[in-house]
Antibody, heavy 121, light 109 residues
Framework: QVQLVESGGGLVKPGGSLRLSCAAS????????MTWIRQAPGKGLEWISY????????YYADSVKGRFTISRDNAKNSLYLQMDSLRAEDTAIYYC??????????????WGQGTLVTVSS | EIVLTQSPDTLSLSPGERATLSCRAS???????LAWYQQKPGQAPRLLIY???SRATGIPDRFSGSGSGTDFTLTINRLEPEDFAVYYC??????????FGQGTRLEIK
């Protein structure tokens, strides 16, 4: 079955870096746009980045632009999020999600279980 | 950026009742670009509705979506105990950024 599994979250100090990974299985990974979405504790959902199927096109929310970098390795069926210059307000659960269909629809299904990133001194 | 405003913030109903959740956009969006998600405590969100009115795979037919322009509605008929959760709408007509509403919490009365 289609599955997304995030990893790499943890506790990091302000100004530090972290790299999240999302391992995909059960579908042809290279055919789908992929997205990162986060949720601060007790808050709503915030889209932060997506990447085209080939990896050639990437997009970011203003809140992370210049600090976060999305990438993918289609040979390894993996999605990544490099997070630099982390701030306390980046504390959140980070979800990876797949486009619902391979036609680049920006509706997200399924989602991974999420990985918690805590930025604190 | 398109802002989505959901109402009410919290809706208290009993199992068996009908829930009507609203999502209003700050500018007109095609129904093609509106989706709804359900999130239960401790779980990732799940896609319910796409294209404003199409149910995602495996979603029961008691869930339905409607609307156009700036006003969209998620209706849940005959509430089941497992339907009590937080619901989010999402748009992608103007993206980036993709935006979500703030959520409506559906709680048991």
């Amino acid at each position: 079955q289609v599955q997304l599994v995030e990893s790499g979250g943890g506790l990091v100090k302000p100004g530090g870096s972290l790299r999240l990974s999302c391992a995909a299985s059960g579908f042809t990974f290279r055919d789908y746009y992929m997205t990162w979405i986060r949720q601060a504790p007790g808050k709503g959902l915030e889209w932060i980045s997506y990447i085209s199927d080939s990896g050639r096109a990437t997009y970011y929310a203003d809140s992370v632009k210049g600090r976060f970098t999305i990438s993918r390795d289609n040979a390894k069926n993996s999605l990544y999020l490099q997070m630099d210059s982390l701030r306390a307000e980046d504390t959140a659960i980070y979800y990876c999600a797949r486009d619902r269909s391979s036609t680049n629809c920006y509706e997200f299904d399924p989602w991974g279980q999420g990985t918690l990133v805590t930025v604190s001194s | 950026e398109i802002v989505l405003t959901q109402s009410p913030d919290t809706l208290s109903l009993s199992p068996g009742e009908r829930a009507t959740l609203s999502c209003r956009a700050s500018q007109s969006i095609s129904s093609t670009y509106l989706a709804w998600y359900q999130q239960k405590p401790g779980q990732a969100p799940r896609l319910l509705i796409y294209g404003a009115s199409s149910r995602a795979t495996g979603i029961p037919d008691r869930f339905s979506g409607s609307g156009s322009g700036t006003d969209f509605t998620l209706t849940i008929n005959r509430l089941e105990p497992e339907d009590f959760a937080v619901y989010y709408c999402q748009q992608f007509r103007v993206s980036p950024p993709i935006t979500f509403g703030q959520g409506t919490r559906l709680e048991i009365k």
